[in-house]
């Protein structure tokens, strides 16, 4: 069963912000909301994650609404090297790793 | 290493041979696991490692996956006789423990085609 809902691709031009919303209406109050990418032939990498305050890092921003029930992931200034697969995730912590569920993602492509 | 490292990046096998890929976790990791990615689709959890044990077996495919993991460090995914849905790419993540709110780092994955 999918726990969250992200549209399937997003476009963005390089040097703007790319925003990218997940929906995760379902979540439960210890559930982390956790964000990876996968560019094309590579492993995911880890970019970012949050319980329910909003969360930066060098890599990018995690805004996470106030009931919970959706988050965006921003990136302030896209490049090309960001052209990736981004999954949203979420899962609580210590519950094993088998609640570590990539979905499909959001296939984000940055264009000159 | 610094990172994730599996082996090999590429295998291509026969149907009905078995096949053996490698991952060597972060140095000091603790947890360790293992994921597959067919074409165009997410990854698939198979199996995680706390040290040496696999606490749950429950996501291997079938009766033909196993996995072991020796001394803490290097795991094996066997796969025997191989058919041809086990084509994937098959990537390996270690984090520092199996608790808490840690990142896991993935390998660049063994791609596998079952001919």
């Known amino acids: 069963d999918a726990k969250t809902t992200q549209p399937t691709s997003m476009d963005c031009a390089e040097g703007r912000a790319a925003n990218l919303p997940c929906n995760h209406s379902?979540?439960?109050?210890?559930?982390?909301v956790y964000w990876y990418r996968q560019i094309h032939s590579q492993g995911p990498q880890y970019i970012i994650h949050?319980?329910?305050n909003n969360e930066t890092n060098e890599m990018a921003s995690l805004i996470i609404t106030e009931d919970r029930k959706s988050s965006t992931l921003i990136l302030p200034h896209a490049t090309l090297r960001d052209t990736a697969v981004y999954y949203c995730?979420?899962?609580?912590?210590?519950?094993?790793?088998?609640?570590?569920?990539f979905g499909k993602g959001t296939m984000l492509l940055v264009s000159p | 290493g610094a990172g994730v490292s599996q082996s090999p990046s590429n295998k291509v096998t026969e149907k009905g041979k078995d096949v053996e890929l490698r991952c060597d976790p972060i140095?000091?990791?603790?947890?360790l696991y293992w994921y597959r990615q067919s074409l165009g689709q997410g990854l698939e959890f198979l199996i995680y490692?706390?040290?040496?044990?696999?606490?749950?077996k429950s996501g291997l495919p079938s009766d033909r996956f196993s996995a072991e993991r020796t001394g803490g460090s290097v795991s094996t995914l066997t796969i025997q006789r191989t058919q041809q849905e086990d084509s994937a790419v098959y990537l390996c993540?270690?984090?520092?423990?199996?608790?808490?709110?840690?990142?896991?780092?993935f390998g660049e994955g063994s791609r596998l085609t079952v001919l």
């Open positions: 490692f706390q040290g040496n044990s696999a606490p749950d």
């Open positions: 949050g319980l329910k």
């Open positions: 379902t979540i439960s109050g210890n559930e982390y």
């Open positions: 995730i979420v899962r609580v912590p210590n519950s094993g790793y088998s609640t570590l569920t």
């Open positions: 993540a270690s984090s520092l423990t199996l608790a808490g709110t840690g990142e896991l780092f």
């Open positions: 140095s000091g990791h603790t947890a």
